[in-house]
């Protein structure tokens, strides 16, 4: 029961930070019916409840469930091309992913004493993913029209080849009891931070 609770609680904070991401960036779309478009936090939470209930499927192929909620929730509720929903989608699982990385890595970083920090690594990650889509909604709340333009697109790369550096760095073997396990926390943080800002 705790973990249904668990995964219930994750997929909705999950939700409410795609939520706020999206709807800072994206118009919402009309529905014919009002109530449906209340549905959309919910519609979420249920997508990332089903990947979270789901036997988990091979390494490489995990990011993909995630993208592909995203961009149908997304596709539904907002006006977007098909295109730039993929981009954004892929995005946000690289960031969900490399916030978790980092709170996993960052873990094993620190002094043994700290080490059951482990049990709580989802919990962490997720409420970092949430302040960081918090922050990103106060800064370019009002902004809708910065998609607006095709100049971006160019730059769609980037969160595929983070995604694929980060599954890569996170799948190599590295012993936390070492110079060089910490060291490889320090190496894998400056990495995302930096092509997140570049792009």
């Known amino acids: 029961m705790s ?3 668990k995964c219930l609680a994750l997929s909705f ?6 939520k706020i991401f999206f ?23 249920l997508g990332f409840m089903i990947i979270s209930m789901t036997p988990v499927p091979p390494y490489m192929l995990r990011p993909v469930r995630v993208v592909i909620v995203i961009f149908i929730v997304v596709q539904i509720y907002f006006k977007i091309r098909p295109l730039h929903n993929l981009i954004l989608s892929i995005l946000v699982c690289s960031l969900m992913w490399l916030m978790e990385m ?14 059951t920090l482990v049990y709580l690594e989802e919990e962490i990650a997720y409420s970092l993913l949430f302040g960081l889509m918090f ?3 106060v800064c370019y709340k009002g902004k ?5 333009g095709t100049n971006w697109i160019r730059y769609g790369y980037v969160p595929i080849v983070v995604m694929v550096m980060i599954m890569v760095l996170s ?3 590295w012993n936390e009891q070492e110079p060089d396990g910490k060291a490889g926390f320090l190496l894998f943080a400056m990495f995302g931070i930096m092509v997140m800002f570049i792009f």
Do not use: Q
């Not at 904070?13 to 795609?18: P, R, V």
């Not at 994206?26 to 519609?43: A, D, Q, S, V």
């Not at 809708?144 to 607006?148: C, I």
């Open 135 to 137: 922050l990103f909604s």
């Open 23 to 45: 709807e800072t960036l994206i118009p919402r779309r009309k529905m014919r019916y009002g109530w449906m478009e209340n549905t959309f936090l919910l519609t979420f939470a």
């Open 13 to 18: 904070m999950t939700g409410i930070a795609c």
């Open 144 to 148: 809708k029209n910065m998609l607006s």
């Open 3 to 5: 973990v249904i609770l």
């Open 171 to 173: 799948s190599i073997p």
């Open 102 to 115: 980092l709170v996993l890595w960052a873990i094993f970083a620190l002094p043994v004493r700290y080490r």
